[in-house]
């Protein structure tokens, strides 16, 4: 695999919905790798499959307690207490949302090399978390938004461009919706 790129709004590859990982070989790590390397030459704490224009479930976080991988990520528990943080995405280059989430997650996934560990994760781990499972059902932080805010934030990404361009992603994501299946 050649080095991956980070894909910035609005690339069709940020909306796909992922598929699971099956097969647990090199290829996996290797990806995982390649994610990892992005994330880090990117000042980023986390990284999503779709960022890096793959429809695969993972994802890789480094909030500063070193390096995880999830595969196959599923949330089962969410804490009912919610905390409200400024959020950045490296997808969404100079955009930053105030998001609320939840401040506790317990996550069920597979590391690189397909071991099941189920964990549970607070503060910024927590928030880095589900912004990167948000990635993978092709949720940006930008969809927190309202209508308004976001119809602002997509103009700024998009420049004069936005109206047409939001038309054309929901066609194209169809479009890479099915390819995803196909692949
Ligand atoms: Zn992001």
Not at 3 to 13: M, Q, R
Not at 16 to 45: C, H, P
Not at 80 to 105: A, F, I, N, Y
Not at 136 to 148: A, S, T
Request: net charge positive; proline share 4%.
């Amino acid at each position: 695999m050649g080095p991956l790129e980070v894909k910035t709004y609005p690339d069709p590859c940020l909306r796909i919905r992922t598929t699971a990982v099956e097969e647990f070989n090199r290829d996996i790590e290797n990806t995982l790798k390649s994610m990892t390397d992005v994330m880090y030459a990117n000042q980023g704490i986390g990284l999503a499959a779709t960022q890096a224009g793959l429809g695969l479930s993972i994802f890789v976080i480094d909030t500063g307690e070193g390096l995880i991988n999830f595969v196959n990520p599923e949330i089962l528990e969410r804490s009912k207490k919610k905390s409200g943080m400024e959020e950045g995405c490296l997808s969404l280059p100079g955009v930053t949302v105030r998001v609320s989430r939840p401040g506790e997650v317990k996550v069920r996934a597979r590391d690189g090399k397909g071991e099941f560990f189920i964990k549970k994760f607070t503060g910024l781990a927590a928030r880095a978390i589900q912004h990167e499972f948000d990635h993978l059902q092709g949720k940006l932080i930008i969809d927190y938004l309202d209508p308004v805010r976001y119809f602002f934030a997509a103009r700024k990404l998009s420049g004069i461009k936005r109206a047409r361009a939001a038309k054309a992603c929901e066609v194209v994501c169809d479009v890479g919706k099915t390819n995803n299946r196909r692949a």
